[in-house]
């Protein structure tokens, strides 16, 4: 009789050692599974022209950037933020003859202004891919003088609700766009469009570091969580009886 509860208690003894086991694997998965992200463009710096101290597409490539994160510029009403998905655009520096469905203005500069204003913006990255920013004021002046760089967008965790649209969900078989590589993607923010979420500090290091792991690992890992939480709460009932 004795023997048969040492024996019971051995081995509930080592189901629970194997549950924490498992609980401290799953700790360390977590930590692939990356929030969507804010970075200040230039970081402390700022967006601004003339500025021997910081090169934008060195900052740019330095971080990985994904669908859901946001660029924060933080500049003033002397200069402008473009976007845009035409590299033509781009190295021309001029988005007057740009569409809008592959370009758009996130802060138009005033030249004539008496008074000079920060401004901030919020641009949120919407679809996958190359994208572009730039200042075109001054006929192009600020963007040749070094305001403009190039990212790439993964698809990280995917967009999140709270920035999908009609728009930008897949289109029909029968679609001129369907399969097709070479048509551009509108810029459209939602109607539900509001400030970053997931907020963290910009002044942060830490919160601006590289990101690990490419979109379709991220999404695995976050499948995989979901099957092993049921499995670590089936596991832990057994252990109870």
């Given at each position: 009789?004795e023997?048969?509860?040492y024996?019971?208690?051995?081995s509930?003894?080592s189901?629970?050692?194997l549950?924490?086991?498992?609980?401290?694997l799953?700790?360390?998965?977590?930590?692939?599974?990356e929030?969507y992200?804010?970075?200040?463009?230039?970081?402390?710096?700022?967006w601004?022209?003339?500025?021997?101290t910081?090169n934008?597409?060195?900052?740019a490539?330095?971080?990985?950037?994904?669908?859901?994160?946001?660029l924060?510029?933080?500049?003033?009403?002397?200069?402008?933020?473009?976007?845009?998905y035409n590299?033509?655009?781009?190295k021309?520096?001029?988005?007057?003859?740009?569409?809008?469905s592959?370009t758009?203005?996130?802060?138009a500069?005033?030249?004539s202004?008496?008074?000079t204003i920060?401004?901030?913006v919020?641009?949120?990255?919407?679809k996958?891919?190359?994208?572009?920013f730039?200042?075109?004021?001054?006929?192009?002046d600020?963007?040749?003088d070094?305001?403009q760089?190039?990212?790439?967008v993964?698809?990280?965790k995917?967009?999140?609700?709270?920035?999908?649209?009609?728009?930008?969900?897949?289109?029909?078989?029968?679609?001129?766009?369907?399969?097709?590589?070479?048509?551009?993607?509108d810029?459209?923010?939602p109607?539900?469009?509001?400030?970053?979420?997931?907020?963290?500090d910009?002044?942060?290091d830490?919160?601006?570091?590289?990101k690990?792991?490419?979109?379709?690992?991220s999404?695995?890992?976050?499948?995989?969580?979901?099957?092993f939480?049921?499995?670590?709460i089936?596991l832990?009932i057994i252990?109870?009886?």
């Amino acid at each position: 009789m004795e023997q048969r509860k040492y024996y019971y208690s051995s081995s509930r003894s080592s189901c629970m050692l194997l549950l924490h086991l498992l609980l401290l694997l799953l700790c360390f998965l977590s930590g692939f599974i990356e929030a969507y992200k804010n970075y200040t463009v230039g970081d402390s710096l700022g967006w601004f022209d003339n500025n021997p101290t910081v090169n934008y597409q060195k900052w740019a490539d330095s971080k990985t950037f994904s669908l859901g994160d946001f660029l924060i510029f933080n500049t003033d009403n002397n200069h402008s933020v473009v976007q845009t998905y035409n590299f033509t655009t781009y190295k021309l520096c001029d988005y007057d003859d740009a569409l809008d469905s592959d370009t758009k203005l996130w802060s138009a500069a005033n030249p004539s202004n008496t008074e000079t204003i920060a401004v901030s913006v919020a641009v949120p990255l919407l679809k996958e891919g190359s994208t572009y920013f730039f200042s075109s004021d001054y006929d192009g002046d600020q963007c040749n003088d070094g305001q403009q760089f190039k990212i790439n967008v993964t698809h990280g965790k995917g967009l999140p609700e709270s920035l999908k649209s009609p728009s930008q969900q897949s289109p029909a078989p029968n679609s001129a766009d369907y399969n097709n590589d070479e048509s551009a993607p509108d810029i459209v923010v939602p109607t539900n469009f509001n400030n970053p979420h997931e907020d963290k500090d910009d002044n942060d290091d830490d919160d601006n570091d590289v990101k690990k792991q490419s979109g379709s690992v991220s999404l695995f890992v976050n499948s995989w969580c979901r099957k092993f939480y049921g499995f670590m709460i089936l596991l832990g009932i057994i252990c109870i009886f």
